[in-house]
Structures are given as C-alpha cells and as structure tokens.
C-alpha cells in the first residue's frame, strides 16, 4: 500500500493525463466528432485487441529477432571504435570528421542501395538499423573517454595497469555515464529503423502488423497494432533506463 501511495503520489498527473485523453478518445467517437473511418470507437479496438492477442504475440517475437541483433552489432561497434578514437588523439582527429559526414546521413536514404546489394532482406534489416543506431553511442563513448578525469589514469599509471586490466577498471567504468546515455537514447534511433524496415518488407513484424491493416482499411486493428507497439517500445526503453541506473551505481 505504502508503493501505491508513493508511486501515486509522483504519477497522479500523468495517470489523469492519459485518462483525459482516453475520455477525449471516448467523447469524439460516441458523439461523431471523429472520423467513424479512422477513430473507431473503443469496443471495436477492444475485440479488435481480444482477436488479435496471438498474431501480435508473434510480431512481437520477430521484431525482436531483428532488434537484437542490431543492438548488439551496434554496441560492440560503438565501444570499440569509440575507445580507439577516445584514446589515441592522432587517430581521432584524421577520422572523426569521416565518421561525422556519414553519421548525418539518414539509413532511410541508403535503403534503397542496401537492399539491392544485401544478400537477404534480413541482412539488410540488421545492417540500416544497426547503421542508424551506432552513432549517438559512437560519440558517447569518444567523449566519455576524452573527458575522464585525469587522475584516474594517473592512478592507474602508478598501479601499473595496463592493457585489458586498464580498460575494464579504469577507462570503461569512468566514461560509462556518457556511453549508457548514449546508448539509451540511441534505442529511440533503432526503433524508428526497426519500424521502417517492418513496414516495407516483412512478413511480420509490429511495424508490418500496423501498415497491413492500414492499408487494408480495418483501423480498429490498425490502432489496436498501434498501441500495442507503443506499450512494447516504453517497457523496452524502461528496462534499459533502469539497467543503465543499476550499472551506474556499481561504476559510480
């Protein structure tokens, strides 16, 4: 009870906000305000979400199938490239305006070239989402390890560290603020990919799952493919927010 209260107490503006926009919802449908084509009314939504629990369950499943592969493919990219970059300045400074150039380049503009060169439509899934991605924790990590306080290192010098030992107790744990805020907002970055290349050749997927029925007509599964999506991306983006909270306290 006492969990209630506090959560209560720190979320009662964001629960009544979400309430007032169902109600919102509710009003402009019953009443014809909205568009019965596009805005059907809950019930509709609601059968709707009871018919198609099993078919989003899947789409569910193979949007991760994609998702996770990039991630990793992206992260392991992001911390090696980046600690090169962050630690040897010659390097930094001939590459980074290279890496700069082809970062601001949307995956969306090179999709049409991926496809045609990529040996599968999995192949190239993996590689414009993990191409959008790897960016933001790319440069998270070379200023997280251009900016560690040099006392660290100086410590880590008296003690003789060196090589993996150095990495892994000094460079990687002292930059880890930088590169975990980097990587969770990147993840806002892999899911506009993920549902670009879902909506436009899978077979399923919660991004294909939305453009069927939407071209199909049948919004009441277009909103229910919608919402669902939605709830999946904020759980993900909580879970890693709460990760990254936990290894920062362990790092810290």
């Not at 569910?60 to 490239?81: G, N, Q, R, T």
């Not at 390890?145 to 010098?157: C, E, Q, V």
């Not at 806002?188 to 069927?212: A, C, D, N, P, S």
């Amino acid at each position: 009870m006492d969990k209630f209260k506090i959560f209560f107490k720190k979320y009662w503006l964001t629960v009544c906000i979400y309430a007032a926009l169902v109600l919102l919802y509710v009003y402009a449908t019953e009443s014809g305000q909205a568009n019965p084509y596009l805005f059907p009314d809950v019930e509709a939504i609601m059968n709707a979400f009871s018919n198609d629990q099993g078919v989003m369950l899947l789409n569910m499943v193979s949007s991760f199938k994609l998702m996770i592969p990039s991630i990793l493919i992206s992260l392991v990219i992001a911390l090696s490239l980046g600690t090169i970059l962050g630690l040897i300045e010659w390097l930094r400074d001939a590459l980074y305006p290279i890496i700069y150039a082809f970062s601001v380049i949307p995956s969306i503009l090179l999709s049409p070239f991926v496809l045609l060169l990529a040996p599968n439509f999995v192949v190239a899934s993996v590689f414009l989402i993990s191409y959008g991605t790897v960016w933001t924790t790319l440069f998270a990590t070379i200023t997280g390890i251009m900016t560690i306080d040099k006392r660290y290192l100086d410590k880590a010098a008296t003690l003789e560290l060196h090589g993996i030992k150095l990495m892994t107790k000094v460079i990687l744990p002292a930059a880890s603020p930088s590169i975990l805020a980097g990587f969770v907002s990147s993840l806002r970055g892999t899911f506009l990919m993920l549902v670009y290349v879902e909506m436009y050749g899978t077979q399923y997927g919660m991004g294909f799952f939305v453009k069927k029925y939407s071209e199909f007509g049948l919004y009441d599964h277009t909103w229910v493919g919608f919402i669902f999506m939605v709830i999946i991306l904020v759980i993900v983006m909580q879970l890693f927010e709460q990760l990254k909270n936990y290894i920062l306290k362990w790092t810290i």
